[in-house]
């Protein structure tokens, strides 16, 4: 399928003179024109089929919501392995100058060489743009699941992304600094040789307010801006009561601060554009989340729980293969999909495309394109209720004792594609 608005990498990266950059205004939201130029990332691994599958169907659902008036330009960049083989480096400066300028854009899944050294691509890709909120939402649309009535299901999880143990301060077992940081606790802090004995790691999990506050103003605007309900703030506050439990009280200051009175309530039920904010604890969001999903619309959460929670509650509905996400900051925005490059399965035709093109779908919201995203979600849906999908779906399918038709990766987006509009 070729389609004249893909412009791939070409020695350099292609601008295209029909299409504009979106523009950042001053209070930081978007200025976006009918021909936005968006970067795209293949990706390692299956990111080279899963990409073109991606763009396929959020083309199709473009042009159908408004008849070529509107239409992406989408421009090629590079990273990982491609741009290793192409330029010599995984992170090209080209790459991080368009993202930067283009301030929406999307990606495949990157690969992070073991036993190579270098900083993981993604969190370069993160930290340049200050990406400081994750975000998940998981929602059903139909494909075999773990669970019964996985339709009760549909929660947005919002994981910080610019603090805690990711911060990578770490001092290794026996190493010569963490001697000296031992040292410190146990002679200038009074803390005992017990909690910190001669063979220990240490792994430091810092937490700012300034950091949680903006995570959470994003989630609560997000939350009443869909209309949702209940939104839960999780963490284990009660042992970490420097980090979590911070966290959880910047949290429910926040909600006073005046953006939010009257519209974020702490108690009672909410009433129309209101939303409820409870606090949760960690332990009890898991068990809550596979016994009573249907309790919680938002969960705002930090870094590390994020990381734990919203694969749970992705597997809920099948795994990652079925769940998007963005990435978003003071404006700019990297949507991607949730898996890994999955190099077992890479240049079979059997990746799921489903995470990316979710993904675009979110990312057409976020530009507030959200009729050819609505559309994308119901091809999706009736693709799926048709029983059609890779093989990890049919196989799905087929465990349930159900027939389905299995298709390669590309088939499966023309397949949602034709059931665009
Ligand atoms: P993975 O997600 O790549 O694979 C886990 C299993 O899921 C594999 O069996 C794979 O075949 C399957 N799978 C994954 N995506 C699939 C899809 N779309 N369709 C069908 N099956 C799919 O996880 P991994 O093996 O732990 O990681 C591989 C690499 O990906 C690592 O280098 C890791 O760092 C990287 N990774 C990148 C991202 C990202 O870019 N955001 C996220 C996770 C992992």
Known sequence: MKWDNVYPWEGKANIPQEGQFIKLKEDKSLEVPDNPIIPYIEGDGIGPEIAPAMIHVVNTAVERAYGGKRKIYW????????AEEKTGKRMPEETLEVLKTAIVSIKGPLGTPVGKGGKSLNAILRQSMDFYSAIRPVYWLGQPAPIPNPERVNVAVFRENSDDVYMSI????????????????IKEMGVSEYALPEDCGITVKPMSEYKTKRHVRKALRWALENNKKVVAVVGKGNIMKATEGAFINWAFEVAKEPEFEGRVITEGE????QVLMVRVITDQMLMQLVLKPEAYDVIITQNLNGDYISDLASALVGGPGFVPSGNIGDGYALFESTHGTAYDIAGKGMANPLSLTLSGAMMLEYLGWKEPAELIYQAVRRAIGDRLGTPDIANGFRKMGLEAKELSTFDFAKAIAERIG
Do not use: H, I, S, W
């Not at 421009?75 to 491609?82: C, I, M, P, Q, T």
């Not at 909410?270 to 554009?273: D, N, T, V």
């Open 170 to 185: 770490e001092y290794m077992p026996r190493a010569e600094n963490t001697q000296k940081v031992r040292e410190f606790f």
């Open 270 to 273: 909410p009433k129309e554009g």
């Open 75 to 82: 421009v090629e960049l590079l990273a990982g392995d491609k």
